[in-house]
């Protein structure tokens, strides 16, 4: 498979480009800012709304972060839907054993080099900065680099088997496969596509509220929408942001990529 197979798209002009430009504006940056809103621990939102008269959205005692995975999964669901539906999508992208099998030894040998990289920049940023001292609902304070496999290790294992099927593939659906499909025809270039992409994908963590889920997550985009982009595959993009997502949380990085973090 070649890469950006998809370029034989028409490219749209003119009211038809500003209208599909608008959309994905509308869904990927638009609607995670709306979720951001909502989850926000300080609850601007809600001042907002009482400011004109409007009580607040959700009860005092309810978690709003609890919303965050089921909005991914049912977003991912329909999107799915969409993209088996539409006549003009190779529904083997989704899968396609075949190119992700061949691309697995770049993959895994990539991660190899880039999970040392993170484990540097968790360490990095434990010892000279206070970047990785949260503070437990409890109040005590303590430090999320390698906390998991230290004193969960139960959970990290979970984590492991749960994250890429729940969270990371669902996500490559989301921002790879639909994102490449639909919006070809406005990113007719292979690295507009796959900037664009990738800041799509960080932008998806704005409701996390805080600067590391968008700095970590903005190159993993970009080395994901790449790996699509080669292989024409959700599963091999999936595979590998499974990889270092489940890093993240061994070395204490994926805190700020968890909705229980919010407000600590």
């Known amino acids: 498979m070649s890469p950006g197979d998809e370029a034989t798209h028409e490219t749209l002009t003119g009211p038809r480009c500003a209208a ?30 009482a400011s004109v008269g409007i009580a607040e959205l959700t009860p005092p005692g309810f978690k709003r972060f609890t919303v965050m995975l089921p909005i991914l999964i049912l977003f991912s669901i329909v ?33 190899v080099l880039g999970a040392v990289l993170l484990l540097g920049l968790a360490y990095a940023l434990h010892t000279w900065t206070d970047v990785m001292l949260v503070r437990s609902r409890g109040g005590e304070v303590g430090s999320t680099f390698l906390n998991l ?6 959970l990290i294992i979970a984590i492991g088997l749960i994250y890429p099927w729940f969270s990371a593939y669902p996500q490559e659906i989301t921002h790879r496969a639909f994102f490449f499909h639909r919006y070809r025809p406005i990113l007719p270039g292979r690295w507009s596509m796959i900037g664009v992409s990738a800041v ?65």
């Open 200 to 264: 799509a994908f960080a932008w998806l963590h704005a409701p996390f509220w805080n600067w590391i889920a968008l700095a970590i997550t903005l190159p993993g985009g970009v080395l994901f929408a790449w790996t699509y982009d080669r292989t024409q595959s959700a599963l091999a993009a999936g595979i590998e942001h499974g990889l270092y997502g489940w890093w993240c949380f061994f070395t204490g990085l994926g805190f700020f990529v968890y909705a229980g973090s919010l407000g600590a």
């Open 149 to 154: 496999p230290r004193n969960n290790l139960p």
């Open 79 to 111: 999107i799915a839907f969409v993209l088996v539906f539409a006549r003009s999508f190779p529904t083997r992208k989704l899968w396609n054993w075949g190119d992700c099998r061949v691309e697995l030894p770049r993959i895994v040998g990539w991660f």
């Open 20 to 49: 599909r430009w608008a959309e994905m504006i509308g869904v990927f940056f638009g609607l995670p800012a709306l979720v951001a809103l909502f989850v926000d621990p300080a609850r601007r939102l809600d001042t907002a709304l």
